[in-house]
């Protein structure tokens, strides 16, 4: 077989035996099987899980609500949606015209997407190990299956598989690992037909990864680095001779930020930051300390520790709080160790190097929110990988470290079903955000929106009184508080909070055709008339406002028949 005089030693043995010493079809159907059915015990307390939070994106997205299979219609849902992630618009798409809203449906295919996701990474860490060469060759398999295995069960992974818009995460995972996994049986092939169609299978799974979510823009870097290190043995000469593969993985960078920010990347992450609480450098500052966070969550999983919505302290500067200063120093020193380690533990300096790198888009400059666990589904998978390595190291006896892996793999698995039963319904997963978050907005007012929902009304208004206690400009608690107490004829205390959040948000038209109705009820009709038109104005379509306008002109125009005079 043909292979480049450059290769690695490490790699050249494995590059003999071909993409048979990866792949084995044996291997592959009876991990799936035992994969798969494992996963589905752990995940089948979800299967009734409601739609959650931003699920709104996918029962509140009228293009992916088809009727047919017509092309249109798919294009339609797939381009049209308010994300951009045409792959994953369209698996809602077909997931709503089989099964609409019913969402058991949906639980299932994210299920089986984070099992196929969990082979995939058995046979790309199994190809790692060999690559790498060193004793790990010998536990190549042992490795692949508790690395893969410990991943698949962690605790963690449950936000990316049961919240089922997650699911843009776990899809984008999968086609990245798909992809990662063919360019190195590609490598393996030489230079015949089957590499240059498991090439191409690379490049189409890298598009469906993109087009699930944008976290897989760092492929082409990462199979760059793969390809340095394990192919070519880390040679200088070999980055000097092929100069054009940086050049155009940088350029492949550049594109995708132009593409995703609409050609304008600096004024865009700028406008990110326009509803925050927090600067660019407050951000950038935090996020030192959310990596290390993420270590303590992964090492640590228990669901006492997990929370759909943490209220993490943002930083303002380097020694406010102090953890900041320390945490970015921990966190260069970690960087310089995996440069130090790539010589002589390559395999260990790459899965360093594959955690942080793949922190960087959504713990970084972006302005999104500060911390959410479904971030770690990508990174942690060779943080696994070198937990593993270090374990079996340690205990060194393969039935000592297997055997302590088990018992892991066992208290892990107790842990994502505990952890799932969280999200039974929406009162108990905004419940268990509330008991962590206490002085959190936002976990108060979900709480209070669904015990309202539920008809607990008097739990929910201690709730609302909660947020705007928590922040004085939270102006969908004062509408909501004000809602309870119109409903209860308390009109005066429901117009001051209506009142306090017109003030907050001055072009809300729901807000206006609220204040409109409490006005109505006081037969304050002409100041009523203002707000309903207002609302008309602001929300043309606004069809609630536009018949309490109606009505009420009809109303005025009796009243004032009545006194005999014409309007």
């Not at 959310?290 to 640590?300: E, M, N, P, Q």
């Not at 309903?532 to 043309?540: C, I, W």
Request: proline share 4%; glycine share 4%.
């Amino acid at each position: 077989m043909n292979y480049p005089d450059n290769t690695g030693d490490s790699a050249r043995a494995v590059i003999t035996a071909g993409p048979a010493a990866v792949i084995s079809w044996r291997e592959a159907g009876l991990v799936l099987l035992l994969w798969g059915l494992f996963v589905a015990l752990l995940y089948a307390n979800t299967l009734h899980s409601p739609f959650i939070f931003d699920d709104s994106r996918i029962y509140n997205n009228p293009h992916i609500q088809i009727t047919d299979l017509s092309p249109a219609a798919l294009i339609k849902a797939a381009v049209q949606s308010e994300q951009v992630r045409p792959v994953s618009n369209l698996s809602f798409a077909l997931n709503y015209y089989f099964h609409q809203f019913r969402v058991t449906g949906y639980h299932v295919v994210n299920i089986v997407i984070h099992t196929m996701t969990g082979l995939l990474l058995f046979f790309l860490v199994k190809a790692t190990v060999l690559l790498a060469g060193g004793k790990a060759r010998e536990d190549s398999f042992l490795i692949a299956f508790f690395s893969a295995l410990l991943w698949l069960v962690h605790p963690l992974q449950t936000q990316s598989i049961t919240y089922i818009v997650q699911r843009m995460n776990s899809m984008a995972a999968m086609f990245y690992l798909l992809a990662f996994l063919c360019y190195i049986l590609a490598r393996l092939s030489g230079k015949g037909r089957r590499a240059w169609l498991l090439f191409g299978v690379c490049l189409f799974a890298s598009l469906l990864a993109l087009g699930s979510k944008e976290i897989a823009a760092t492929l082409p870097p990462f199979i760059l680095l793969y390809e340095w290190f394990f192919f070519q043995d880390m040679r200088k000469a070999w980055l000097q001779e092929h100069v054009i593969i940086l050049l155009a993985t940088a350029a492949f960078l550049v594109a995708a930020a132009l593409v995703f920010t609409a050609g304008h990347p600096v004024q865009e992450i700028l406008a990110s930051y326009s509803a925050r609480s927090f600067t660019l450098a407050d951000r950038l500052l935090t996020e030192t300390r959310v990596v290390f966070f993420y270590l303590g969550l992964l090492l640590i999983p228990h669901p006492a520790r997990l929370n759909l919505d943490h209220d993490f302290v943002v930083s303002s500067s380097l020694v406010e709080p102090p953890t900041t200063c320390i945490s970015l120093l921990l966190l260069v020193a970690l960087f310089l160790a995996a440069c130090r380690l790539a010589g002589k533990e390559r395999l260990l300096a790459f899965g360093i190097f594959w955690f942080l790198g793949q922190l960087v888009i959504e713990s970084s400059f972006i302005g999104l929110e500060i911390i959410f666990e479904h971030r770690l589904y990508l990174p942690s998978m060779f943080a696994a990988v070198l937990f593993v390595i270090v374990i079996r190291r340690l205990a060194g006896r393969a039935w000592l470290w297997t055997g302590l892996l088990s018992i892991l793999v066992l208290i892990f698995s107790l842990w994502t079903y505990e952890r799932n039963r969280v999200w039974a319904d929406e009162i108990t997963l905004w419940s268990d955000c509330v008991l962590k978050s206490p002085q959190k907005a936002r976990p108060h007012n979900n709480l209070g929106y669904h015990l309202k929902q539920n008809g607990r009304i008097d739990e929910a208004l201690l709730h609302f009184r909660a947020v705007v206690r928590i922040d004085p400009d939270f102006t969908e608690a004062y509408n909501n508080i004000g809602n309870i107490l119109a409903a209860r004829g308390q009109l005066d205390e429901a117009l001051q909070n209506y009142y306090k959040a017109i003030s907050l948000a001055p072009n809300n038209p729901v807000l206006h055709n609220n204040i409109g109705n409490a006005l109505v009820e006081k037969w304050r009709l002409k100041d009523a008339l203002l707000h309903y038109s207002e609302a008309v104005r602001l929300k043309p379509d606004f069809t609630e406002a536009r018949l309490n306008l109606e009505s009420l002109r009809r109303m005025i125009r009796a009243q004032e028949l009545r006194k005999g005079t014409r309007p």
